[in-house]
């Protein structure tokens, strides 16, 4: 039985800890903040995010506020004009054996966390921020910046776009930002008026920006971000700040989509960033999962969907190799290949999203003319993931 030291507890860490526990080993999971707790944005998740927590033991668990929509609908900011839908239910579910579902982020962290409160051999700590790490011959010792030390036998950096385990192993500087600040806010559902859609998610496409919105917790709140072409004043993340910016952008919108646009009082900022896929992300007893290994602009809906899959197939090779370092290469060539296809599709997705004429015109022609009878097969690739 080795011994798991997991940086940063957020949903990478906490489902790599579930698979590693679930794997036969002991799983310790630092994390930098006082307490388990997420704020932000809803997570759309595909039926291959749903196998993943089914392979890790934590559906259940989350089951309970998990919304179904309908469909996803991608709309035309400027008059509301349909697109593109894609069902959610009925034939998606022929097709991919699942549903689609929509939770909130402390959903789905507060149910990773009982399962792995309920799996056992998982300890989980607060306030412990790692600094550095240090490799000796088959272990490593871990640093907190208040000098304090922990070893183990292994490492996964799970800390997250700014991962300190990433700087220390690949030194390959700060994620890059994309030219876009995604605004979230999250509304009791009571707040939002009729003529706005609830029971789909929406995708509303304009010049210069797009929103997504849908029904998280259990379909008591209602989850909207918006994204916009803006520079990063360098001001602090994830606080509430006024969104002028969005009335400016969104001005000449469709009623529904003015209208939910004007209720938050207050949005949390967050930059959009991401980096070109790493060829490899590990090293000796040492790897990385979740925003640490790939992060990704959200636009395909998959950062903490390809976290969960992490996991899976992580805690498959941490169960089939007595070899824990070839273990954690195995993993890592395993994954590398599909997520470097998410972050580099999510990517393009951003110019493509946020275009003016001539090149929205023919986005949305395109939209329209694959997006009904082909477009579960055009998702096929995400969503047919298994474990
Ligand atoms: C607006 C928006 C919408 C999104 N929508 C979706 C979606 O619909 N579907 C989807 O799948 N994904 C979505 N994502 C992406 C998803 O939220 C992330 O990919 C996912 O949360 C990453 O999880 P993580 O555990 O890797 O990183 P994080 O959630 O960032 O967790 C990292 C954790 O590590 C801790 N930490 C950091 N540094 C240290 C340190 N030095 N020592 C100890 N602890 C440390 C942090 O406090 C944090 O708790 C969205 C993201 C955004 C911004």
Not at 3 to 27: K, M, S, T
Not at 178 to 204: E, F
Not at 240 to 248: E, F, G, N, T, V
Request: net charge positive; with cysteine; hydrophobic share 45%.
């Amino acid at each position: 039985m080795a011994r798991i030291v997991i940086a940063g507890g957020g949903i990478a860490g906490i489902a790599c800890a579930l698979a590693a526990a679930r794997a036969g080993h002991e799983a310790v999971v630092l994390e930098q903040a006082g307490a388990f707790e997420e704020v932000g944005a809803g997570i759309q998740m595909g039926p291959n995010g749903r196998r993943a927590l089914e392979a890790l033991g934590a559906w259940d668990a989350v089951a309970a506020s998990v919304v179904y929509p309908e469909g996803i609908r991608i709309r035309r900011a400027r008059d509301g004009a349909g697109l593109g839908r894609l069902p959610a239910r009925g034939a998606f579910e022929a097709r991919f054996g699942s549903t689609y579902q929509l939770i909130h982020r402390a959903d789905l962290l507060a149910g990773l966390i009982e399962a792995a409160q309920a799996q056992g051999g998982i300890t989980l700590r607060t306030g412990f921020q790692v600094r550095e790490y240090k490799t000796c011959h088959d272990s490593v010792m871990v640093e907190s910046v208040t000098a304090e030390n922990l070893s183990g036998d292994l490492l996964i950096g799970a800390d997250g776009i700014r991962s300190t385990v990433r700087a220390r192993l690949l030194a390959d500087g700060p994620p890059v930002f994309a030219g876009h600040i995604l605004y979230r806010a999250l509304v009791d559902i009571t707040s939002v008026p009729d003529m706005v859609d609830k029971a789909n998610v929406n995708l509303w496409l304009h010049k210069g920006g797009h929103v997504v919105h849908y029904p998280v917790s259990g379909g008591r709140k209602f989850n909207i971000v918006a994204a916009v072409n803006e520079s990063w004043d360098g001001k602090r993340l994830n606080e509430p700040s006024r969104a002028d910016i969005l009335r400016k952008v969104f001005a000449d919108v469709a009623a529904p989509l003015r209208a939910l646009l004007d209720i938050p009082d207050t949005w949390l900022r967050w930059i959009g960033a991401d980096r070109k896929p790493a060829a490899r992300w590990g090293a000796g007893p040492v790897t990385l999962a979740g925003d640490a290994a790939h992060p990704t602009l959200p636009y395909l809906a998959s950062g903490a969907v390809m976290a969960l899959e992490d996991a899976v197939v992580l805690g498959r090779e941490l169960a089939q190799n007595a070899d824990m370092e070839k273990a954690l290469r195995t993993y890592e060539t395993a994954r590398q290949p599909r997520t470097a296809r998410i972050v580099k599709s999510s990517h393009r997705l951003a110019a493509v999203y946020h275009a003016g004429n001539p090149l929205a015109f023919f986005r949305d022609r395109m939209i329209r003319l694959t997006f009904g009878a082909h477009g579960l097969e055009r998702m096929a690739w995400l969503y047919s993931w298994r474990p």
